[in-house]
């Protein structure tokens, strides 16, 4: 079965920068789309990022220029660089696999950014 | 961008009814939607694509209807493992948005 576990959050000072790692297995994980989206404490849900099998990369206005999605398919890893994190950055990130319908979703990884 | 607004965002229902819960876009969206269920302290599960298709393993109960800017998914008779969080969320353009959800409670 379709399986996407997330690791690498923590808390992070504002300005500090953390990676996000996602290990997916149960399907071909060259052959998907995968995203990141993120859940405020307590509140909804927003599109962070996604990349395509190959390197087609999208990035929400909020993150770009401060994330960077990455995978590797040989080891079917999708990763999030986050950098210069601010305390609105706070949040669960789910890895899902898909570019506009997220049909799988991993556990989830927390982000607090506080000093 | 796209604001899909639902309500209500509470809704109080007794186990073995209706529940209608509405997702309005600010602009059309044409059949671009999907709709998620979320438990507390899980990952959302997607129930609805394209506005009406149940995903894979979705009870029939669940059903999605809707084009253009106004939307509907309906749970024909509660159980108690529906009592959670829904979100719409449109696929039409980026950004991608989701609603600000509806809380289905057991009245």
């Known amino acids: 079965q379709v399986q996407l576990v997330e690791s690498g959050g923590g808390l992070v000072k504002p300005g500090g920068s953390l990676r996000l790692s996602c290990a997916a297995s149960g399907f071909t994980f060259s052959d998907y789309y995968m995203s990141w989206i993120r859940q405020a404490p307590g509140k909804g849900l927003e599109w962070v990022s996604y990349i395509s099998g190959g390197s087609t990369v999208y990035y929400a206005d909020s993150v770009k220029g401060r994330f960077t999605i990455s995978r590797d398919n040989a080891k079917n890893s999708l990763s999030l660089q986050i950098n210069s994190l601010r305390p609105e950055d706070t949040a669960v990130y789910y890895c899902a696999r898909g570019q506009n319908i997220a049909d799988y979703w991993g556990q989830g990884t927390l982000v607090t950014v506080s000093s | 961008e796209i604001v899909l607004t639902q309500s209500p965002a509470t809704l109080s229902v007794s186990p073995g009814e209706r529940a209608t819960l509405s997702c309005r876009a600010s602009?059309?969206?044409?059949?671009?939607l999907a709709w998620y269920q979320q438990k507390p302290g899980q990952a959302p599960r997607l129930l609805i694509h394209?506005?009406?298709t149940r995903a894979i393993g979705v009870p029939a109960r669940f059903s999605g209807s809707g084009s253009g800017t106004e939307f509907t998914l309906t749970i024909s008779s509660l159980q108690s493992e529906d009592f959670a969080v829904y979100y719409c969320q449109h696929y039409n353009n980026w950004p991608l948005t989701f609603g600000g959800g509806t809380k289905v409670e057991i009245k």
């Open positions: 394209g506005a009406s």
């Open positions: 602009q059309s969206v044409s059949s671009t």
